[in-house]
């Protein structure tokens, strides 16, 4: 069951994420201290990414922050490069997953590149 803090975060990763997905992105996950107030943000992105690219990210963990906790200890920003299709290791609160299943144009997409 997610506590109170991990729901809050979740719908205001959701709203930050908001006309920010970039291509590259493959996930966005967190993980969040018991009180709410530290938390670890994790981008991973299909291989190495642009700069516009971390740039993005960067804008999504910042508008999160705004609206999420005035009060925040720490924060820690992951951005990792995995390319597709290695497995990707997520943190406990998943707020974006690309869809990278065999049944869609993309994943042929992503496998041919």
């Known amino acids: 069951m997610r506590t109170e803090h991990e729901i809050k975060l979740m719908l205001h990763a959701q ?3 908001l006309g920010e997905v970039v291509p590259s992105f493959r996930a966005v996950s967190f993980e969040l201290s018991p009180d ?3 938390l670890v943000a994790r981008f991973i992105f ?3 990414p ?3 690219a971390k740039e993005v990210a960067s804008v999504v963990l910042t508008n999160l922050l705004s609206n999420y906790s005035k009060n ?3 924060y820690k920003e992951e951005m ?3 390319p ?3 497995e990707m290791e997520h943190l406990s609160l998943l707020v974006y997953l690309r869809n990278e299943d ?3 144009s993309w994943s042929r997409l992503y496998k041919n590149t």
């Open 46 to 48: 299909d291989g190495n």
């Open 50 to 52: 642009s700069d516009d």
């Open 15 to 17: 709203s930050a994420l």
């Open 84 to 86: 597709y299709p290695e």
């Open 102 to 104: 065999d049944w869609n």
């Open 72 to 74: 925040h200890r720490s």
């Open 36 to 38: 709410g107030e530290d």
């Open 80 to 82: 990792l490069a995995v």
